[in-house]
């Protein structure tokens, strides 16, 4: 192997913040955080979703909100539409 070509691989913590779940794996991520876990210090990265989270994994199907994308496209911007018309 070439010497100073290759990136660090190394043990990172990585923190699904949708489930609260830490998963220890080796990455090459860079980081600029560290956080203790289970007495070590790790580079630590936040993920908005990981298997643990993701409705594919876990079966079960999150509604982030009431109505869908276009009922609250036409809720915002529905007036300049109909601005237009006579």
Do not use: C, W
Request: net charge positive; aromatic share 16%; no cysteine.
């Amino acid at each position: 192997m070439r010497k100073d070509i290759h990136p660090n691989y190394r043990e990172v913590l990585f923190h699904d913040t949708n489930a609260d779940v830490y998963f220890l794996t080796r990455s090459t991520i860079a980081t600029k955080t560290t956080r203790e876990y289970e007495g070590v210090e790790y580079p630590y990265y936040p993920l908005d979703i990981s298997s643990a989270s993701h409705p594919f994994y876990t079966g079960e199907q999150r509604q982030a909100t009431n109505e869908g994308r276009v009922a609250s496209f036409n809720k915002r911007f529905g007036a300049f539409a109909n601005r237009g018309k006579k």
